[in-house]
């Protein structure tokens, strides 16, 4: 069974509270961005880029029933490995679910410097382009 | 290899330095602070906080206008700091000293009002190192007035191809803006035979000096530049000052940048005459605390003394550079043999993104990324660097928790 939103955020709180300190967690993310699905290079292309002054994200989006699916990658690996965990939590999720979103686990689980605009790493914009995308989607699907 | 090769860092006291700075006492993610982020911008010392403090407890007014104890206070305060800013940097004449916002805002206010000047056929000559605030400015107004920005290419090494420089003036040239240290590599440009070449073809030389004010003895009649720039918070002092040498006969000429209070001499509605110098480019309230903290910070450096500062931070360099190459798969980036505290690199296979992340972690501050040179980090055809910036209170022991904390890092993201 899917499960949901609020649902795999919990279980991603739950998997880092047993991650003893700081090395652990990043040891992690490090783990999970090395295993994050490589996307095929053709969205890999400037218009799925969103520029972050320090690392770049690649974001892609599409539709298959009610839910949206997407596929990202970045040039840094801990970039990636929150890419991960954002992708466990939007993806394959149906879009009105996706935007009334509140992602609270990243503050949660010790990580909430990556979102915060002075890290220019993309995640942020990242983030508003996943509910940008949800939001086109089911624009387009009514 | 470890350390005894190299000489002691014996001319300078750096435990009763470091102890000047209140904020090298705290910890980070629970570990003691190791600032290497300099360039950026710099800590500050317990006499420039005080200073801060007691003008606003015991000195505060606005300036140049009232007739009352405290504002003539303030104004002395206030004129001290010009007076020590620009003997600090030898200028002839202390009207030659504009207080500004930083670097960003005296380059613009050059590039302003000089710029109404530019005409089209005429260019400006800057280099691929420059920093954005030494391009964008220029950009915008060559693109108003018709002219052309010319770019000089620099070395592999980092630093200035000087031939390139030298075939890209002419008499076309009617400024040349070029930074003095590099702060993205660390490259010390050779400004006084820059300046010859400039003045030959009739040429104006702005000098960026945000890295160098702090860091070496800057003369500015040694130098011959015509202008030069720099920040108060990347010299130990407060934020939001800043300050624009100009030789005198050359302000003068200048139109007004910026417009309102404090900078004129008389209005009407029909017309409006100009205060005299240094008055002219500085419209409204200035920033006083700041003047005054800046002088305040002159002043603590001037306690060391800039010539041991730099030669303490030029061995720090040694130290880092030695100590860095013990890192697997490091590679340098800007290796200029005349260079300042500014170390850049890149480790095979790892972003730089991670490595600053990582060693956050471990209480070490340092800088990823472009350093506001895009066009430069283009050129070299990098993402961006790692970059360590050493300033006064930084010690080898420091050097020596990066290089562990570069380690380990590297160790976590390569596994």
């Not at chain 1, 992708?87 to 992602?103: G, T, Y």
């Not at chain 2, 590599?185 to 006084?192: M, Q």
């Not at chain 2, 340098?332 to 296979?349: N, R």
Request: charged share 25%; with cysteine.
């Amino acid at each position: 069974m899917n499960h949901t939103i609020p649902e795999i955020q919990a279980e991603i709180v739950d998997e880092f509270s047993m991650l003893n300190d700081w090395v652990e967690k990043y040891e992690h993310l490090i783990d999970l961005g090395n295993n994050l699905r490589v996307i095929d290079e053709s969205e890999r292309k400037d218009e799925n880029l969103i520029k972050g002054c320090q690392s770049r994200v690649w974001l892609h989006a599409k539709q298959k029933d009610s839910k949206v699916h997407y596929t990202a990658d970045s040039d840094a690996l801990i970039t990636k490995g929150i890419i991960a965990l954002m992708l466990r939590v939007f993806d394959n999720q149906p879009s009105d679910e996706i935007m009334k979103a509140s992602l609270d686990f990243i503050d949660k689980i010790g990580l909430k410097e990556h979102l915060s605009p002075n890290r220019a790493n993309g995640l942020l914009s990242m983030v508003k382009q996943i509910k940008f995308y949800a939001l086109a989607l089911q624009a387009k699907s009514v | 290899m470890e350390g005894s090769s190299l000489k002691e860092k014996t001319n300078i006291n750096i435990t009763s330095i470091r102890e000047a700075f209140p904020i090298l006492k705290r910890k980070v993610n629970g570990k003691n602070l190791i600032y290497l982020d300099n360039a950026a911008s710099s800590q500050k010392p317990l006499s420039v906080i005080d200073a801060i403090s007691e003008y606003y407890s015991n000195e505060h007014s606005n300036v140049h206008r009232g007739v009352h104890y405290l504002s003539q206070l303030a104004t002395e305060k206030f004129e001290i700091a010009r007076s020590k800013i620009s003997t600090y940097i030898n200028a002839a004449e202390t009207r030659e000293l504009i207080f500004t916002k930083g670097t960003t805002d005296s380059i613009n206010l050059v590039a302003n009002s000089l710029g109404r000047t530019l005409q089209a056929g005429d260019e400006v000559l800057i280099t691929e190192m420059e920093h954005h605030s030494n391009i964008v400015p220029w950009q915008i107004a060559v693109n108003d007035h018709g002219a052309k920005l010319v770019v000089a290419r620099i070395h592999d090494d980092g630093s200035l191809d000087l031939e390139d420089f030298y075939k890209k003036l002419s008499p076309k040239t009617r400024i040349s803006s070029l930074v003095h240290i590099s702060n993205a590599l660390g490259t010390i440009n050779p400004i006084k035979e820059i300046a010859k070449a400039v003045h030959e073809y009739g040429g104006l030389l702005l000098v960026d000096g945000a890295q160098s004010a702090h860091h070496m003895k800057v003369d500015v009649q040694k130098l011959n530049c015509d202008f030069y720039v720099g920040s108060g918070h990347k010299m130990y002092g407060p934020t939001g000052i800043g300050f624009l040498y100009g030789k005198a006969h050359l302000l003068e000429k200048m139109h007004p940048y910026q417009s309102g209070g404090e900078m004129i001499a008389d209005v009407t509605f029909e017309k409006t005459t100009y205060q005299q110098l240094p008055f002219k480019f500085e419209a409204g309230t200035p920033n006083i605390s700041g003047a005054i903290g800046l002088g305040a910070a002159v002043d603590f450096i001037q306690s060391i003394g800039i010539e041991k500062i730099t030669e303490a931070e030029s061995e720090l360099l040694n130290y880092i550079q030695l100590k860095l190459s013990e890192v697997d798969g490091i590679r340098f980036i800007g290796t200029a043999k005349e260079k300042a505290g500014v170390v850049s690199f890149l480790i095979d296979g790892v972003h730089p993104y991670d490595i600053g992340a990582i060693i956050d972690k471990m209480g070490v501050a340092v800088r990823t990324g472009h350093h506001c040179t895009q066009p430069l980090m283009k050129r070299l055809n990098i993402p961006g660097t790692v970059r360590a910036s050493l300033a006064v209170y930084n010690s080898k022991q420091d050097i020596d928790i990066l290089t562990e904390s570069v380690i380990r890092a590297s160790k976590m993201l390569r596994k």
